[in-house]
């Protein structure tokens, strides 16, 4: 079982729509990032949210943190093809300090 | 970014050879990182270190070894290569110590097939 578990795993929408990607735990979480990989590509920073509560914009990007800081999502208005791609959540917990990803959200935006 | 190589990129080999993978940054970065990626896994942690000469075990560290001889070079070794290691393993960096406060700098990844 994943400290951090996302859902859904795989998305396919058509350009245009909008979607929400979730990440979700039982644990506490001092802050969560997200990244975005591109096939044969690491990993690339988004955000990193830190308050419980916190809302953060990047363009078309929607990122809140949870009140009780367990859980984050992350919500594209109007996705486009350039949007596809391996969407990961990844925090350190508490009682930790090493960053724990999410298994990952599968996006695939069609023309 | 960060200027981060891994060599190879690509790499097939049999049960029970050793392997070493390579990871190279330019950015002087203090933390380095080897991942494994798995569907369905996301990232899991190998082993970090701290500095040169300091390292430590992650989550997945079992048949793995790791040494950093230079702050720029961080290398991971399997000691006899099983097929359960085949994998995509991407090296990252981090400059300072504020856990998930600050980003980490991610390599292309190598691939790494053992038959």
């Known amino acids: 079982t994943q400290l951090l578990e996302q859902s859904p795993q795989f998305l396919s929408i058509q350009e245009g729509e909008n979607l929400t990607v979730y990440c979700n735990s039982s644990?506490?979480?001092?802050?969560l990032q997200w990244y975005r990989q591109e096939p044969g590509e690491g990993p690339v920073l988004l955000v990193t949210v830190v308050t419980g509560g916190e809302v953060k914009k990047l363009k078309r990007l929607t990122f809140q943190f949870g009140d009780a800081r367990k859980d984050s999502s992350l919500h594209i208005t109007a996705a486009q093809p350039g949007d596809t791609g391996l969407y990961l959540c990844?925090?350190?917990?508490?009682?930790?300090?090493?960053?724990?990803f999410g298994g990952g959200t599968r996006l695939m935006v069609k023309p | 970014d960060a200027g981060i190589t891994q060599s190879p990129r690509h790499k097939v080999t049999e049960t029970g050879t050793p392997v070493t993978l390579r990871c190279h940054q330019t950015e002087n970065h203090r933390y380095m990182y080897w991942y494994r990626q798995d569907p369905g896994h996301g990232l899991r942690l190998i082993h970090y270190?701290?500095?040169?000469?300091?390292?430590d075990k992650g989550e997945v560290s079992d048949g793995y070894s790791v040494s950093r001889s230079k702050t720029e070079d961080f290398l991971l070794t399997l000691e006899s290569a099983t097929s359960s290691q085949t994998s995509v393993y991407f090296c990252?960096?981090?400059?300072?110590?504020?856990?998930?406060?600050?980003?980490?700098?991610f390599g292309p990844g190598t691939r790494l097939l053992v038959l």
């Open positions: 990252a960096t981090q400059e300072g110590s504020r856990g998930g406060l600050e980003t980490q700098y």
């Open positions: 990844a925090g350190v917990a508490n009682a930790g300090n090493m960053l724990t």
């Open positions: 270190s701290y500095g040169v000469k300091d390292t």
């Open positions: 644990s506490v979480f001092s802050s």
